[in-house]
């Protein structure tokens, strides 16, 4: 059996009995080329389970380059849009808060939350369908999107809705429930805005690590068996030695016709028994 992880396997040999059994039988026949069979297959398979370990850790070593490379590639992407969503952001601590709409700019956290939050209830309400930006904090448009769908087990349309903050890595959808507060739902966006850091941070972190993983798999990746040569060493030797055996049996079987004309000792007996009765 293989086991621990699948880039560094570990080969139990499960066939030892089979292979005593084989001996056993080569050792009874008195034929010593059943007995070099039987060898031959006890280390083909030691090699092939060798040989299919080995090829589970080139399996495994090509799944993490890859894996590493998708990494780098993504956060290479990442980065320089997390920078310019820094270099867009606007301070809203303490005072310096506000809400930018097309009515105005709203400069009280509570007034925001709860302007927010009648849009989406209002969108809900008369079954709006659309997106919609409601205005700024932070810098991020925020946005309230809505669709409608039709609820098959209560045959009627209902409206799902939803708001996001949009930077310029992504969308960030914001929770909000029933429980919502005013100041929860602001706190939950200037929170996504203060977290552009640390995000920041970890995609870069991503990127160095897997830079510096990818080069060990790369070395691993394509390495050949190492017991390749004697692998095939011992595949010709059993195809010789099978061939070998074969041919011998052919030529006994040819043999046989000819030998069934003379009477066996349990034949000349039953015949000297006649005689004498006579």
Known sequence: AMSGDRSIRRVEDLDSDGNQFAMAKALASGDMRLMQKAGL???????????????????????????????IAWAQ???????????ARVATRGEAFSFETERGVITEREKAGAFLLAQLRLAVRNAQDGRWTLGRIGGFAVT??????????EDKVVTDAGLSVTFAHGTVDIAVDQDTKPLG?????????????????DTQKTRDEAARRLPAYQARLGVPFRDQALLDEKRNALAELEADLAATSREGEEEAPANDDIPSSGEDEGLNALMDAA
């Open 77 to 87: 992407a990442r980065v320089p849009l997390l920078e310019a969503d820094l270099a």
């Open 144 to 153: 309230l999107d809505a669709a409608n769908r039709q609820r098959f087990t």
């Open 185 to 201: 739902l602001v706190a939950r966006i200037e929170n996504l805005v203060l977290r552009l850091d640390g995000e920041l941070a």
């Open 41 to 71: 297959e006890a280390e083909l398979a030691r090699l092939e389970r060798l040989y299919a370990a080995h090829y589970d850790d080139q399996f495994a070593v090509r799944r993490a380059v890859q894996q590493a490379e998708r990494e």
